[in-house]
């Protein structure tokens, strides 16, 4: 039963760099989403899907890029990495029932810019 | 949009006490609440899941209520563990998507003293 998964769980990368960050759910969820967290500023919304094919902008997310070929995949791609994309990244699914949607969230990726 | 807080920001308190975490939103429009514990370094962990249509849960020695028409919930702990020691989160949804783009408070760091 491995949930949400996320991969890699760490990553260096020097500026301008581009990279993805994996995520695959096992659990047949219809909503993905993505989130960064920052000491200070909790965590935000960057993306989100409601099912393949669909994605939406969250509350940031400014140089990321997303797509959602497939239910179980959800891989956040960062196009030119800057030292302010230093952060946490937690990957989230849930199921898409009104009010009852529990959400399961990855272990993270903590990326660091240079 | 939706707004959360939490207080206290840290507490420390000897082993065997009964604790309350407080968190507050501003939108009562909400389908559901959740709460989720964060370890050093890890992700999150979903502990208690309350709908719009409750008042209460309940899971072990955890007990989360919601007050829609205050904008509040609690998280009470009993009999708190040195393993409870940990960050603890509430979420509560944003406009849309029935809940599931969820708005994060700063978290309540809790350390539980043997």
């Known amino acids: 039963n491995a949930g949400v998964t996320q991969t890699p769980k760490f990553q260096v990368l020097k500026t301008g760099q581009s990279m993805t960050l994996q995520c695959a759910q096992d659990?047949?969820?219809?909503?993905m989403s993505w989130y960064r967290q920052d000491p200070g500023m909790g965590l935000r919304l960057i993306h989100y899907?409601?099912?393949?094919?669909?994605?939406d902008q969250g509350e940031v997310p400014n140089g990321y890029n997303v797509s959602r070929s497939t239910t179980e995949d959800f891989p956040l791609r960062l196009l030119s990495a800057a030292p302010s994309q230093t952060s946490v990244y937690f990957c989230?699914?849930?199921?898409?029932?009104?009010?009852?949607?529990?959400?399961?969230f990855g272990q993270g990726t903590r990326l660091t810019v240079v | 949009k939706q707004e959360v807080t939490q207080i206290p920001a840290a507490l420390s308190v000897p082993e065997g006490e009964n604790l309350v975490l407080n968190c507050s939103f501003t939108d009562s429009a909400i389908y559901n609440l959740q709460w989720f514990r964060q370890d050093p370094g890890k992700g999150l962990t979903s502990l208690l899941l309350?709908?719009?249509?409750?008042r209460e849960q309940t899971s072990g020695r955890l007990n989360a209520s919601l007050d829609k028409s205050s904008g509040r919930s609690t998280l009470y702990i009993a009999a708190s563990q040195p393993g409870d020691s940990a960050t603890y989160l509430c979420?509560?949804?944003?406009?849309?998507?029935?809940?599931?783009?969820?708005?994060f408070g700063p978290g309540t760091r809790l350390s539980v003293l043997p």
């Open positions: 979420a509560a949804p944003d406009d849309d998507n029935y809940g599931q783009n969820f708005v």
């Open positions: 309350i709908q719009s249509s409750q």
């Open positions: 659990m047949n969820h219809e909503y």
């Open positions: 899907s409601v099912g393949a094919g669909i994605t």
């Open positions: 989230a699914s849930s199921y898409g029932s009104e009010g009852n949607t529990e959400a399961f």
